[in-house]
């Protein structure tokens, strides 16, 4: 079984639609991430949180989202989808040297 | 502000050769760099990493450089395998303050190798 698994594996919703990207980690780490990658820009940072207590904007939050319902347990909103989000989503967990282990990604498109 | 470029999106490399991906920082608090591999629907995964208080690591065919002067970083693949053929993306962060545990990436460089 993955160590940090995401779902759905792909959605395809309208623009104005609420939709929620749901993440689950077994590492037991309590640092969780969300990332969105588009092409020519990399991974950009969307939100973190490093306990249940703690959430945390990234680079690019508006139009985001986020809850911590556990510390196994971190998932993504998008209130009120826009075609601009259309993105492949990557939640990550990291341990205390920095490095991310990541899900393998939900792709978003909104039309 | 792209704080952590990679200027070359795409590279080809014949199997047995040396592939050699390049990445650029501009931010100076940036002291530990990782690179990760990605493959076709699955997530990156974690290939090597290197603080800023040396400038050389090696994993087996993986080889990390660091040139702090210049704000640059390169990873080596010696020999290339067609296995070896992903998306390399670089990845910095600052140990340190506010920005402890937040990974800024690159854009990603796409490695084929060729049989």
């Known amino acids: 079984d993955a160590d940090v698994t995401q779902t759905p594996r792909n959605r395809i919703t309208k623009t104005g639609k609420r939709i929620m990207l749901e993440c689950s980690q077994t590492k037991g780490h309590d640092r969780m991430y969300w990332y969105r990658q588009d092409p020519g820009l990399g991974l950009r940072l969307i939100y973190y949180s490093f306990d249940v207590k703690d959430i945390n904007k990234g680079e690019i939050s508006d139009g985001y989202s986020v809850s911590r319902q556990a510390q196994a347990k971190f998932s993504l909103s998008l209130e009120s989808a826009i075609p601009n989000q259309t993105a492949l989503y990557f939640c990550?967990?990291?341990?205390?040297?920095?490095?991310?282990?990541f899900g393998s990604g939900t792709q978003l498109s909104v039309l | 502000d792209q704080q952590v470029k990679q200027n070359s999106p795409s590279l080809s490399v014949q199997e047995g050769r040396i592939s050699i991906l390049n990445c650029d920082y501009t931010?100076?608090?940036?002291?530990?760099f990782l690179w990760y591999k990605k493959y076709p629907a699955e997530g990156p995964t974690f290939l090597i990493s290197?603080?800023?208080?040396?400038d050389k690591n090696e994993d087996g065919r993986f080889t990390v450089f660091l040139n702090k002067s210049a704000k640059h970083l390169s990873l080596h693949i010696v020999p290339s395998q067609p296995g070896d053929s992903a998306v390399y993306f670089c990845?910095?962060?600052?140990?340190?303050?506010?920005?402890?545990?937040?990974?800024?990436f690159g854009q990603g460089t796409i490695l084929t190798v060729h049989p």
């Open positions: 990845a910095a962060s600052a140990m340190g303050g506010t920005s402890y545990g937040k990974l800024t």
């Open positions: 990550a967990t990291s341990d205390p040297d920095q490095k991310l282990f």
């Open positions: 931010n100076s608090m940036f002291d530990y």
């Open positions: 290197i603080s800023s208080i040396k």
